[in-house]
Nanobody, 120 residues
Framework: QVQLVESGGGLVQAGGSLRLSCAASGSIFSNDVMAWYRQAPVKQRELVTAIDSGGGRNYADSVKGRFTISRDNAKNTVTLQMNSLKPEDTAVYYC??????????????WGQGTQVTVSS
């Protein structure tokens, strides 16, 4: 069974940095898009950034120039480097991956979420 496990959240002051990591485990045959979403209190979950298997990236306007997504296809991991953090970046961050299990089809998977809190 495929699982996504996140790590790296925490509390940081405005202007600081955090690095989130997500590792997919299980019988993974292939991977497609990997991404990070976030959800702040009383707000809808929003896409922060995504990266495809070829390395193509896109970012939400609010994080361009501050956040960087990267992935290791061989290890099925995705990382989010967050710099110049702002209080409005405070949210639960979720890892997302579209993966194909060995002997199966493509499915979407979510991590359990990790809290990022930025104090002013």
């Amino acid at each position: 069974q495929v699982q996504l496990v996140e790590s790296g959240g925490g509390l940081v002051q405005a202007g600081g940095s955090l690095r989130l990591s997500c590792a997919a485990s299980g019988s993974i045959f292939s991977n497609d898009v990997m991404a990070w979403y976030r959800q702040a209190p009383v707000k809808q979950r929003e896409l922060v950034t995504a990266i495809d298997s070829g390395g193509g990236r896109n970012y939400a306007d609010s994080v361009k120039g501050r956040f960087t997504i990267s992935r290791d296809n061989a290890k099925n991991t995705v990382t989010l480097q967050m710099n110049s953090l702002k209080p409005e970046d405070t949210a639960v961050y979720y890892c997302f991956a579209r993966l194909r299990e060995a002997g199966g089809g493509w499915n979407n998977y979510w991590g359990q979420g990790t809290q990022v809190t930025v104090s002013s």
